[in-house]
């Protein structure tokens, strides 16, 4: 008999896709035979005319299926189809019924099926797809991926926990600091726990999984490196908005860390004081205005990397922090990395019941 576990997040971008894709490869691994699916998809992009969620191809490729995407990703959950749902061309029996055959199809012949959740509990709610229901269709146990970085957070862990009720497998908390690390393991797991949720493992934030570097961050970006002798491997994790003055800039720049200033390229003052904080990683200048020589020829000396966009401020910082935030999941690495991550800090066997 095939067992389900539906990985889900409490909140967008918690890394639900990189745990599940690696669960499912230590599983598989370890002799079973494992199936994928995601049945609403909902981190889209256009690939070859059509749009869809990146996740299902990447789980194909890494779990060696042979499924088509029609099977692994029966709803596209993109704007369109929420808009025609709404207006009540979308009915949710028959996408209910056509989720479910896609599943028993893909389920059938395995030992374990990885069902990857939308970005929260709430998602498909409109046509009665919720993560929650989805459980429930799939006769699925939840293993529910959380941030955490203050003890605020609990009541996000919490309330999403009980929307599984007895399907919920535990709690896999994801990419915590070294800051956040000692209150989670000695108030919130116990506080947790005393109330039936079981926490399987608390996984440290690592710089690989949470940024891109310079290069990919440029490549994203369709960007053009103006500084041909300054190394792109640097981690970028955060964005600044360059708005400010130079002199009260400096002070604010100083207190950052790896990240990466976006600002037009005629702002030759900001830019030269980005350069003098250590914790900023690369310049993104916007507008397609090239900077002076003057600019470059510092960033050169100082090996700070300068990008050139065309498109304005506004929709690079859009994009920007959505690269970061698809960043995790992008590559065989990157999903190879959360499998050494799960293996040293979380409870494996008990998650998959050896």
Same mark, same amino acid.
């Given at each position: 008999m095939t067992?389900?576990?539906?990985?889900?997040?409490?909140?967008?971008?918690?890394?639900?896709?990189a745990i599940a894709l690696a669960l499912g490869r230590i599983a598989a691994e370890r002799g079973l035979s494992v199936g994928y699916m995601k049945p609403k998809g909902t981190r889209l992009q256009s690939?070859?005319? =059509?749009?869809?969620? #990146?996740d299902p191809l990447l789980a194909r490729e890494l779990l060696d299926l042979e499924?088509? @995407?029609?099977?692994?990703?029966?709803?596209?959950?993109?704007?369109?189809?929420?808009?025609?749902?709404?207006?009540?061309?979308?009915?949710?029996? #028959?996408?209910? #019924?056509?989720?479910?055959?896609? %599943?028993?199809?893909?389920s059938e012949g395995?030992?374990? @099926?990885? *069902?990857?959740?939308?970005?929260?509990?709430?998602?498909?709610?409109?046509?009665?797809?919720?993560?929650?229901?989805?459980?429930?269709?799939?006769d699925a146990e939840v293993l529910l991926v959380a941030a955490h970085e203050t003890a605020m957070d609990a009541d996000e862990t919490l309330d999403a926990a009980s929307r599984y009720g007895d399907r919920l497998l535990g709690v896999v908390f994801n990419a915590v600091s070294d800051s956040a690390f000692d209150g989670l393991e000695s108030d919130v797991v116990p506080f947790l726990e005393e109330r039936g949720v079981t926490v399987y493992g608390t996984l440290p934030r690592t710089q690989e999984l949470a940024g891109v570097t310079v290069a990919e961050l440029a490549d994203e970006?369709?960007?053009?490196?103006?500084?041909?002798?300054?190394?792109?491997?640097?981690? *970028?994790?955060? %964005?600044?908005?360059?708005? @400010?003055?130079?002199?009260?800039?400096?002070?604010?720049?100083?207190?950052?860390?790896?990240?990466?200033?976006?600002?037009?390229?005629?702002?030759?003052?900001?830019?030269t004081v980005a350069m003098e904080a250590a914790g900023?990683?690369?310049?993104?200048l916007t507008g397609g205005l090239t900077p002076s020589s003057a600019v470059l020829g510092t960033a050169e000396d =100082?090996?700070?990397?300068?990008?050139?966009?065309?498109?304005?401020?506004?929709?690079?910082?859009?994009?920007a922090e959505d690269v970061?935030?698809?960043?995790?999941t992008r590559d065989e690495r990157t999903v190879s990395i959360m499998e050494g991550l799960l293996a040293e800090h979380a409870d494996v066997d008990g998650l998959l019941g050896e």
């Open positions: 067992r389900t576990i539906l990985v889900a997040g409490t909140a967008d971008s918690t890394g639900k896709t690939n070859v005319g =059509k749009t869809l969620d #990146e499924a088509e @995407m029609h099977e692994l990703e029966p709803v596209v959950y993109s704007p369109t189809f929420v808009e025609q749902a709404i207006r009540g061309r979308e009915d949710p029996d #028959e996408l209910r #019924e056509l989720v479910r055959e896609r %599943f028993e199809g893909l395995t030992d374990l @099926m990885i *069902v990857e959740g939308a970005r929260s509990p709430a998602t498909g709610g409109i046509v009665s797809l919720t993560d929650p229901a989805v459980a429930e269709l799939f970006l369709g960007a053009r490196v103006l500084t041909a002798d300054t190394s792109t491997d640097a981690y *970028v994790e955060r %964005f600044l908005v360059g708005a @400010m003055s130079g002199e009260s800039a400096l002070r604010h720049l100083r207190r950052t860390r790896d990240a990466a200033l976006i600002t037009g390229g005629d702002r030759a003052d900001l830019q900023v990683k690369c310049l993104v =100082k090996g700070v990397p300068v990008l050139l966009v065309r498109s304005d401020t506004l929709a690079t910082i859009d994009r970061v935030r698809s960043g995790r």
